[in-house]
């Protein structure tokens, strides 16, 4: 169960954790990836509500596992993860208490995030913004554009792509292949990859900016049948 809740948090947080590398030789039709960074930054600092679909397939060794649903996000710190599969699975927080619910467990994990807990960088480990969060995770990686075409037309969008590699090599993603919307700025698709060959690929649709969202969708209270670990992602 906990190594369960960690791996589902991972997954679900990479973008929760802006220097650059120079492109040389190069010429392309945009300022810089630098700037690309900057306006997705921007972006998600700005935003007081999110909503989308997404889905997530994770391979490894020749499996495939596939997770959907419906995310919505409002500030500051509230995200509920809506799961039609695995079917009845839910993240939800209020941005003081983090409730990851596996039903097939019948368990829940209760995760305080007022925990004054940090990194090795002496930053705290929970963020209950996403602009930070992005801001984090363009300094944890050196960044590049992948080609000189950029953006360029994918599936019938203008996107930029970016290829980031992870500066200290600590766990988790090494590699993140990044597909960001050139009109919106929005991120369409992140693709990671780990030092076991182990891929996680990200997309995001239906995306909507600043909708209405109700604060009680962010609440949680667990039935009686269910058992609840403790701060399973990290404690004191």
């Given at each position: 169960m906990?190594?369960?809740?960690?791996?589902?948090?991972?997954?679900?947080?990479?973008?929760?954790?802006?220097?650059?590398?120079p492109v040389t030789g190069q010429s392309h039709n945009w300022n810089s990836h630098a700037e690309v960074a900057k306006k997705v930054k921007q972006k998600?600092?700005?935003?007081?509500?999110?909503?989308?679909?997404f889905s997530i397939?994770?391979?490894?060794?020749?499996?495939?596992?596939?997770?959907?649903?419906?995310?919505?996000?409002?500030?500051?710190?509230k995200i509920r993860y809506d799961f039609s599969s695995p079917q009845?699975?839910?993240?939800?927080?209020?941005?003081?208490?983090l409730w990851i619910y596996i039903s097939r467990l019948k368990a829940v994990g209760k995760q305080d995030l007022t925990l004054n807990t940090?990194?090795?960088?002496n930053n705290k480990i929970f963020i209950g913004t996403p602009g930070p969060g992005i801001t984090r995770l363009f300094s944890?990686?050196?960044?590049?554009?992948?080609?000189?075409?950029?953006?360029?037309?994918?599936?019938?969008?203008?996107?930029?792509?970016?290829?980031m590699d992870q500066r200290v090599k600590i766990g988790g993603f090494e590699k993140i292949k990044l597909y960001i919307d050139a009109t919106s700025y929005l991120i369409l698709k992140a693709v990671g990859s780990d030092n076991l060959s182990r891929q996680t690929e990200i997309i995001f649709s239906n995306q909507s900016e600043n909708p209405e969202i109700a604060g009680k969708l962010f609440q949680y209270n667990p039935p009686e049948n269910v058992r609840v670990v403790l701060n399973p992602l990290v404690g004191e």
């Open positions: 906990y190594h369960f809740l960690r791996k589902t948090a991972v997954t679900f947080f990479i973008f929760a954790v802006a220097a650059s590398l998600f600092e700005n935003l007081s509500t999110y909503s989308a679909d397939t994770t391979t490894e060794g020749g499996r495939v596992k596939n997770m959907r649903g419906k995310l919505y996000y409002k500030s500051p710190g009845g699975d839910l993240i939800v927080s209020d941005g003081k208490m940090k990194n090795e960088d944890k990686y050196h960044y590049r554009f992948d080609s000189v075409e950029q953006p360029r037309q994918i599936d019938g969008k203008s996107v930029f792509v970016l290829d």
